[in-house]
């Protein structure tokens, strides 16, 4: 496949959003200006382009071919130290033509729609150079051959996404949020690098296929080697964990998840582009692409799949009374990467990344729409003061509409397939725990139906009411300033025909899971789970040829579930709104907790931050009296030293100089000749 | 014409000081104007000749005349042309009436000036020819007499007379005690040519030393006392204890482009004359009596020291500040020469570093006060630039690129890696150590602990402190949207900015390009020979490190 | 007794330069104090007159005609430097100058 367009030009991917993200970072603030999003449209243009021409084309390959498609591509060598070596270059195969599909075609939709909803924003320039970073490091991270590339784009969507959650600088909370992504996100990212050195050490590589599939001298594939020593087959059951604590931070699981929340101080389209669809989902991605390393050990896919879903649990709780649109979907995006870690845990990780692909869609529809909200409301986003706004934005809430019928998981929608994969493949797992987290999952499920067309109902129908009336005086349609730009409502458009079309990848038969089977992660992944779980995994479930399954029930009741919450919904915050605000009364501690959000932040910042403040106030003491003494009296010496010398010839005297310099001949002398 | 040859480059910058003198009669200011263009255009021409002139002199080396030059007298001229290059720059009349610059006023005397400055020079690069004892005399003195005029015309203040005075009378003294010590050379050997002088000490290495290694000639008293008294003399001109008392006053004194004349000229003429006596002194094979070992030791040990615990003390003057920091710098060189000395088996090495690190501190030294001419004094005085820490206050934010020529320039003083300080102490700490002068190197790294803290002031001042003159009372840390908008670049006039942006550039070149410092240590590695190869018998064992040091 | 031997000759030419020495530290005029340097560097010809009858060549009378002339440009350099300062304040002591100073 090395003959491929966009195989052979596979550094285009990263190289055209860097260099329009250096074009309008150094040329913006003077030249380009307000144009700056010129650099980032084509450079992102180009990627995305190029993205899907990968796409078709292996999509074609693999209709022809039985086999496994992968090339490993090295554009320079990057790193060669002693025996470490990082060639830096590109693995491609399904699953990064996947990311790569989603990463640049829904990084170039937000682009287009960050032109008409960030205009006239102080720093426009900076916005867009921050975004073509951003896109250039997690094209890094989904291409990365190795663990080190997988790493820098790690850690280099990590700096975007502090850059971005901290744009609006002047706003405290803003500071203090990127703050707060950025340290919890190095907890996560210190197990992560230890994992990866752990690697090195074991396999002493850190190439994920070395040459290529096939060549067995990359770390994927010698973990699956059957002639490991004592030493390597211990590192093996703690590397997954350690991989698995970065991928809980930088994809906002319990306990790690505090960020995310707090994240959307950031522009609303970073909110989609970094924290819905691509940036979080970047621990799903490493989970699916190393899954022979985490497939040998099952308490480590056990953990992950508990993990996810408390999480998708838990999120799903607190987002049932929050107020604010952003708010409820961050929680909602906690909850649904929640779904999609129960799923690559529970050995199904097609169904993890089939989710990951709708839910890309539908949510970076969400939070458009609810940006397209903002922007009309002059940046309120409180659900408690408004209502009724499909007079005032009939396109978005048509759109909203979509997105949240997608992530209900209403039948037919996008949501619906992804969802009902992973919850089938929970109950169907051998294990009580799976079929106890399956039944956990399908409640995650009925509550997310019920929190999504909550906040649907209360800021789209009823009766109009607008935070900000006197801004619009006329509620009629005819009003002068349009709220709803095309600039805006295109991109969001073209998603939603993802949001509405993007269940069909996978149903009625198993394309998407076909496509991705060819990749060569997966297959070895099926075989090392078959024969290292001795469990009968389903061929279908790792994309692999073999009976298709169509679990009829669970789709049934998934659907039915997801309906019911829609109508219980549609009665408390559509017909009855009254009467929710009588249930909150009689269920008012428990409201309490899910606002206070269990106070985890809370809990965290006493047994977290407050010790550590002590600690550094010790140490700062210590420092204060103990160091800094010290360095007071070695730093007196010299200048004890020096005032004499000051004090006894550096007076100013012609004849006293010449008498020291006498002196000090005099001394030479003695000291030579006596 | 060999000898021709050999002082060509003194030779045409002698006459062309000379026929400055002449333009001195006229007045006018282009005349002055063309006095520096003049000036600067030998120099150049020079330096250009100079880079491509054939380097192998061996043909002319065996004649014992008054001149003689290798490879190393043909580097010191480069630099001394190299340095001249950035030093006129620096005095560049760039007023209307070309009386001088902001930070330098001599009147109508530009031509004298120039011619002055461009004498000093030709005495710095007879030094480096000179093979006689009345030729290595006059030619110090020619380096340094103009010195003395220069810093008393340099300004018309009373301090610039007040230091002139000072550094003449106290120069004077040391000239008579180095006279004294090359008469008593002269009479205890009989000769004036070192050439002969080093041969007659050669024929006075033992044939059969108690210890076989050593090749150190044996010295009568006279002849011992006559080399002390020589090198005592010529610590006055490196600035190294006990003769460094003067250059506090002297440095704070003179005009700061002057001041940094001051700075590498005699400096280099000092040490240059020394490593030619100290050759002569071990009949040509470095191996010296131990107590002029001892000497040295101490002397690069003290001074080193004095220079930077005095450097610290200066909390109101930076030239002061950095007036002490040239003395520290010769205390660095002295280093070099003790470990030359110490382990005269390793004696290319120890030259080069000594060599590398002369020209190192010749860039950052003249980079650092071509930053204090190019910045403005706080009262605005037409005679005065930026002499003192208050007059730094803010000054590098408000003029960013000067500022941060500066800080480069002091992150090199200090040795910090990226500039081409580091590379200078690392390659003298290196010869020092293979001569297991261990005690010497854990008081330069102790010195370069001691002197981080007035240089990091200095930088300090340029960034942290607030301009008090201007209008922000509050925290100095935070105005995203008022910046005090950075002046022009060139904020100087286009000769001083040329002079720091080629010292400053330089340095930070040297620093982080390596094969541009390549190019450069391999020149000094070449330059190491000073007469000719140093005598050592074969008979001795093989050197243990006969290839080159890692840079 | 009778002959002036080499030492005798070294003997003068080392006080005179002590004699200079020691004024160029006591005495408090500059012109003065320069006249004392110029009495170092006399004792310095003598020294090297000396030797070079003792050698018997003539280097040291070369010498010692260059030293005559670095010593006549020091004299004109050091009293335009005097004349220079005395302008200034009307007085030649030398200790008047300490404006410079650690």
């Known amino acids: 496949m090395n003959d491929l367009f966009a195989v052979h030009y596979s550094w285009l991917f990263p190289l055209c959003p860097l260099i329009g993200a250096i074009l309008s970072g150094f040329l913006g603030a003077k030249w380009l200006k307000s144009q700056s999003h010129w650099p980032i449209w084509i450079g992102v243009g180009i990627s995305a382009a190029l993205s899907l021409c990968l796409l078709f084309h292996t999509i074609q390959l693999s209709n022809t071919t039985p086999d496994t498609i992968s090339t490993t591509i090295t554009w320079y060598h990057w790193i060669d130290i002693g025996h470490f070596s990082a060639a830096a270059g590109a693995f491609i195969d399904p699953l990064t033509a996947v990311m790569l599909t989603v990463v640049c075609c829904i990084g170039f939709l937000i682009t287009i729609f960050s032109k008409g909803y960030m205009a006239g924003e102080e720093g426009y320039f900076r916005f867009f150079a921050y975004l073509g970073l951003f896109i250039f490091s997690m094209t890094l991270l989904v291409m990365g051959n190795n663990f080190i590339l997988l790493y820098l784009g790690w850690e280099g969507v990590g700096v975007c996404s502090y850059l971005l959650i901290g744009y609006y600088y002047e706003r405290p909370a803003a500071r203090e949020a990127a703050k707060k992504a950025f340290l919890v996100n190095r907890v996560g990212d210190f197990g992560f690098g230890i994992g990866i050195m752990l690697i090195y050490l074991t396999f002493g590589t850190v190439s994920f296929f070395g040459a290529g599939a096939g060549t067995h001298t990359g770390v994927l594939e010698l973990a699956t080697s059957s002639t490991l020593n004592d030493f390597q087959q211990h590192a093996l059951a703690w590397i997954p964990f350690l991989l698995m604590i970065g991928a809980f931070g930088k994809s906002a699981q319990f306990p790690l998840y505090v960020w995310l929340p707090d994240a959307m101080e950031g522009p609303t389209p970073v909110s989609a582009l970094i924290h819905a669809a691509t940036m979080v989902t970047a621990g799903i991605y490493m989970i699916a692409r190393c899954s022979t390393l985490f497939v040998q050990s099952e308490a480590a896919l056990l953990t992950i799949a508990a993990v996810g879903c408390f999480t998708a649990l838990f999120a799903a709780t607190i987002a049932l009374r929050q107020f604010d649109l952003k708010k409820v979907f961050a929680y909602s995006t906690i909850s649904q990467l929640g779904f999609m870690f129960a799923g690559v845990g529970l050995l199904a990780p097609v169904a993890g990344v089939f989710h990951l692909v709708t839910h890309a869609f539908f949510k970076a529809l969400l939070f458009l729409s609810s940006g397209v909200v903002m922007h009309a409301m002059a940046g309120e986003l409180d659900m408690r003061k408004m209502s009724g706004l499909k007079h005032v934005l009939p396109k978005t809430r048509w759109l909203m509409l979509v997105g949240c019928l997608a992530l209900a998981g209403c039948p037919f929608f996008s949501g619906f397939f992804s969802k009902d994969e992973i919850v089938g493949a929970a109950l169907s797992h051998p294990s009580l725990l799976g079929r106890i987290i399956g039944a956990v999952l399908l409640f995650s499920a009925f509550l997310t139906a019920y929190y999504t067309f909550r906040l649907y109902f209360r800021v789209f129908e009823g009766p109009l009411v607008t935070p900000h009336a006197a801004h619009h005086n006329d509620h009629d349609h005819s009003h002068a300033h349009n709220h709803e730009p095309l600039i805006m409502i295109l991109p969001l458009f073209i998603l939603m025909l993802g949001a509405l079309l993007a269940g069909y990848l996978n149903f009625p038969k198993n394309y998407l899971g076909d496509f991705l089977g060819h990749s060569p992660s997966f297959q070895l992944g099926y075989q090392t789970a078959r024969s290292a779980t001795g469990i009968d995994v389903p061929a279908h479930a790792f994309g692999q040829p073999g009976e298709e399954h169509l679990d009829m029930t669970t789709m049934v009741i998934s659907g039915a579930i997801s309906i019911l919450g829609i109508l219980l919904a549609s009665y408390y915050h559509l017909k009855n709104r009254p009467a929710s605000d009588a249930l909150v009364q009689k269920f008012a501690p428990i409201a309490r907790l899910l606002e206070g959000k269990f106070w985890v932040d809370e809990v965290y910042e006493r047994i977290i931050v407050d010790p550590l403040y002590a600690i550094g106030r010790a140490f700062t003491f210590i420092d204060r009296i103990v160091v800094d003494g010290l360095v007071a009296i070695i730093s007196f010496i010299p200048q004890l030293f020096g005032w004499s010398l000051k004090l006894t010839i550096q007076r100013g005297y012609l004849q006293g100089y010449g008498a020291a310099m006498l002196f000090g001949v005099a001394i030479i002398l003695l000291v030579i000749f006596l | ?551 | 007794m009778s002959q002036l031997a080499l030492q005798h000759y070294l003997a003068i030419g080392a006080i005179m330069f002590a004699i200079g020495l020691i004024g160029f530290l006591s005495r408090r005029n500059m012109i003065v104090m320069f006249l004392c340097t110029e009495l170092m560097f006399q004792g310095v010809v003598i020294n090297l007159v000396a030797f070079g009858a003792y050698h018997g060549n003539l280097a040291g009378q070369a010498f010692t005609i260059f030293v005559l002339v670095i010593a006549a440009s020091e004299a004109s350099l050091a009293l335009g430097l005097v004349v220079l300062l005395f302008r200034q304040r009307n007085t030649l002591d030398a200790e008047a100058w300490r404006e410079l100073r650690g």
């Open chain 2, 1 to 551: 014409m060999p000898i021709i040859r050999i002082i060509l480059p003194e030779l045409i910058v002698g006459t062309v000081a000379c026929l400055l003198f002449l333009f001195g009669i006229s007045n006018k200011p282009p005349v002055r104007r063309a006095a520096a263009a003049i000036a600067l255009a030998t120099l150049v021409g020079v330096f250009a000749w100079l880079c491509f002139a054939d380097t192998t002199y061996e043909t002319l080396i065996e004649s014992s005349a008054a001149v003689r030059l290798g490879a190393f007298g043909h580097f010191i001229k480069l630099l001394t042309a190299g340095v001249g290059i950035l030093l006129v720059l620096l005095n560049w009349p760039s007023n209307a009436t070309a009386t001088g610059n902001r930070a330098l006023n001599f009147g109508e005397d530009a031509g004298e000036f120039f011619g002055l400055m461009l004498l000093s020079l030709a005495g710095l690069m007879l030094v480096a020819s000179a093979n006689d004892l009345m030729l290595l005399f006059l030619a110090i003195e020619l380096a340094s007499l103009p010195a003395y005029v220069m810093v008393s015309i340099s300004r018309p203040l009373p301090v610039a007379q007040e230091a002139g005075v000072k550094y003449f009378f106290l120069g004077a003294m040391a000239a008579a005690i180095l006279l004294f010590g090359l008469s008593y050379l002269y009479g205890s050997t009989g000769l004036t040519s070192l050439y002969a002088i080093s041969t007659l000490f050669h024929s006075q290495i033992p044939a059969s030393p108690a210890d076989p290694f050593s090749f150190t000639p044996v010295l009568t008293t006279w002849q011992l006392l006559a080399i002390v008294i020589v090198i005592i003399g010529l610590l006055f001109k490196l600035a190294a204890v006990p003769f460094h008392s003067y250059v506090g006053d002297v440095y704070e004194g003179a005009a700061t482009p002057v001041t940094a004349f001051l700075g590498f000229v005699p400096k280099a003429s000092g040490l240059v004359a020394l490593l030619k006596i100290l050759f002569v002194a071990s009949g040509g094979t470095w191996h010296v009596s131990p107590p002029l070992i001892k000497l040295i030791w101490w002397l690069a040990a003290l001074t080193m020291t004095f220079g930077n615990v005095l450097g610290i003390l200066q909390k109101h003057s930076v030239k002061r500040a950095l007036a002490y920091s040239s003395v520290a710098n010769s205390g660095y060189l002295l280093v070099g020469v003790a470990a030359l000395i110490a382990n005269p088996l390793g004696y290319d090495h120890a030259i080069q570093a000594t060599l590398f690190y002369l020209a190192a501190y010749a860039l950052m030294n003249t980079g650092a006060f071509a930053v204090l001419t190019a910045l403005p004094a706080r009262d605005e005085d037409p005679n005065t630039s930026a002499e003192t820490y208050d007059d730094l206050a803010g000054a590098g934010r408000k003029h960013l690129w000067l500022g941060l020529a500066m800080a480069i320039c002091c992150f090199s003083l200090i040795g910090l890696p990226l500039t081409v300080g580091f590379f200078g102490k690392l390659i003298i700490v290196q010869p020092a150590l293979s001569a297991h002068l261990t005690g010497l190197v854990v008081i330069l790294v102790i010195n370069a602990g001691i002197s981080a803290a007035y240089y990091l002031r200095i930088v300090g001042a340029l960034f942290l402190r607030l301009d008090p003159s201007h209008g922000h009372p509050a925290h100095p840390g935070y105005h995203p949207h008022h910046h005090p908008a950075p002046h022009n670049p060139l904020s100087a006039p286009l000769a001083i900015s040329l002079a720091v942006w080629l010292s400053a550039g330089s340095v930070l070149l040297l620093g982080t390009l390596l094969p541009a410092t390549q190019i450069l240590s391999n020149h000094t590695l070449g330059a190491t020979i000073l007469d000719n190869t140093p005598q050592i018998p074969t008979s001795e064992p093989a050197r243990t490190s006969t290839a080159a040091a890692p840079l």
